[in-house]
């Protein structure tokens, strides 16, 4: 399977951006993203299930940032707002097999390509 990224850009601190992965074949995945700063880990962001219903986020975007989903279209959406220049990373959307996204990064089962995303003061 492949997951196609799109969005994410510069924005400047306060501003928004959308980030958006579609997973190449028709088999339901929850999924999410991660993001790894320059000198840090990967970690998670946030994700959401199977059927939308459950959706969970890391305290550092709660409030700011919205993950949704389009079953039919196969693709999450990440809006991002507010954004603040600690947002600064590359970001990667995920994919697993399971009901919920693993906020682990090393069990999660397919990635795709890292975006840059760029927040200035």
């Known amino acids: 399977v492949q997951l196609q990224a799109s969005g994410g850009g510069l924005a400047q601190a306060g501003g928004s951006l959308r980030l958006s992965c579609k997973v190449s074949?028709?088999?339901?995945?929850?999924m999410g993203w991660f993001r790894q700063a320059p000198g840090k880990e990967r970690e998670f962001v946030a994700g959401?299930?199977?059927?939308?219903?459950?959706?969970s986020y890391a305290d550092s975007v709660k409030g700011r940032f919205t993950i949704s989903r389009d079953n039919a279209m196969n693709t999450a959406h990440l809006q991002m707002n507010n954004m603040k220049p600690e947002d600064t990373a590359v970001y990667y959307c995920?994919?697993?097999?399971?009901?919920?996204?693993?906020?682990?990064?090393?069990?999660?089962?397919?990635w795709g390509k890292g975006t840059q995303v760029t927040v200035s003061s």
């Open positions: 959401i299930s199977k059927n939308g219903g459950d959706t």
């Open positions: 074949d028709d088999r339901n995945y929850a």
């Open positions: 995920a994919a697993d097999l399971g009901d919920r996204l693993n906020v682990y990064w090393d069990f999660v089962d397919y």
